[in-house]
């Protein structure tokens, strides 16, 4: 299955890791793995304006989602996390579209790791 390149560039991703669909498989789940402890921690830090760990979380997030090329989901998170440094009112604004775009890329992955498993 084909997804937007924006979205999830699979082909570079195969690329970077030479082909090799199970370690694209095992990427996925640590990207899981590690959003267990960073979504909520970006909710949490959100909802006390801890902009310090919103930056800390995000950019733990972002990190994770650029190893999978998830262009869309790197760029936003990598927005919300320098907001959090910089400019309080965008991190807020960035964060109202927090769950829709953990989602989508969410939902994505789970589909293409199906893929790659079966």
Not at 20 to 32: G, H, K, T, V, Y
Not at 39 to 54: H, N, T
Not at 94 to 106: A, G, H, K, R, V
């Amino acid at each position: 299955m084909a997804y937007p390149k924006e979205v999830l560039d699979t082909e570079q991703m195969l690329e970077y890791i030479c082909g090799d669909r199970e370690l694209a498989s095992q990427m996925i789940d640590l990207f899981f793995e590690d959003a267990a402890a960073s979504v909520p921690g970006i909710k949490k830090a959100f909802a006390a304006r801890d902009y310090e760990q919103l930056y800390s979380c995000a950019h733990a997030l972002k990190g994770n989602a650029a190893n999978l090329r998830a262009q869309r989901f790197t760029n936003y998170v990598q927005a919300l996390a320098t907001a959090a440094k910089t400019d309080h009112k965008e991190a807020d604004s960035l964060m109202n579209e927090f769950d829709i775009q953990y989602e989508q890329i969410s939902t994505v992955l789970r589909e293409w790791q199906k893929t790659l498993n079966g």
